[in-house]
T-cell receptor, first 115, second 113 residues
Framework: GAVVSQHPSRVICKSGTSVKIECRSL??????MFWYRQFPKKSLMLMAT?????????EQGVEKDKFLINHASLTLSTLTVTSAHPEDSSFYIC???????????FGPGTRLTVL | GENVEQHPSTLSVQEGDSAVIKCTYS??????FPWYKQELGKRPQLIID?????GEKKDQRIAVTLNKTAKHFSLHITETQPEDSAVYFC????????????FGAGTRLAVHP
């Protein structure tokens, strides 16, 4: 399958700081990427759709000013958690659809811990 | 919006037995239904998917069936092995260009030797 990478894999930060997470499609171009968060032993919750060259589309209940998304190129989307708080601690995973438009491959995830 | 329900939440089987996980979806416009396997701390891995124009798909020990009328689909794993132990998620697409996926709550499968 297609390869999607994320960086960093793990980050620990202090409350109030901002954290940037990168998602890259390594062997294909992705005009659209998706960002999910996953709490322990829970399902994947879609946060937003990242669109190359335009604004991201956020799911209901997701604060767009807190979770800033930038899709700078056809292979890179970034999620910035601004003014992070302990309740933002979670596993953040991105995914990208391939040329078939519906088959999605996931990145390895980023475990964020806010102290 | 789309809602996906998944059952059971946990499933324990003996090695060699079959395992069945069922999901229902609410949006009749959904046309793509993937299944993902997630091991602890790792990314979800696509194991099989089915599109709405097909009723059944099989890949070795794994099969998926889809009933569009009833809006439910199921994952069947035969001859289970301990390495099948993981959390399995079903998902359903929403309508649109690049389809968003809405996930079920997950099923924790334990295969005992």
């Amino acid at each position: 399958g297609a390869v999607v990478s994320q960086h960093p894999s793990r980050v620990i930060c202090k409350s109030g700081t901002s954290v940037k997470i990168e998602c890259r499609s390594l062997d294909f171009q992705a005009t659209t990427m998706f960002w999910y968060r996953q709490f322990p032993k829970k399902s994947l919750m879609l946060m937003a759709t990242s669109n190359e060259g335009s604004k991201a589309t956020y799911e209901q209940g997701v604060e767009k000013d807190k979770f800033l998304i930038n899709h700078a190129s056809l292979t890179l989307s970034t999620l910035t958690v601004t003014s992070a708080h302990p309740e933002d601690s979670s596993f953040y995973i991105c995914s990208a659809p391939t040329g078939s438009k519906d088959t999605q491959y996931f990145g390895p995830g980023t475990r964020l811990t806010v102290l | 919006g789309e809602n996906v329900e998944q059952h059971p939440s946990t499933l324990s089987v003996q090695e060699g037995d079959s395992a069945v996980i069922k999901c229902t979806y609410s949006d009749s416009a959904s046309n793509y239904f993937p299944w993902y396997k997630q091991e602890l701390g790792k990314r979800p891995q696509l194991i099989i998917d089915i599109r709405s124009n097909v009723g059944e798909k099989k890949d070795q020990r794994i099969a998926v069936t889809l009933n569009k009328t009833a809006k439910h689909f199921s994952l069947h794993i035969t001859e289970t092995q301990p390495e099948d132990s993981a959390v399995y998620f079903c998902a359903a697409s929403t309508s649109g260009g690049y389809n968003k996926l809405i996930f079920g709550a997950g099923t924790r499968l334990a295969v005992h030797p």
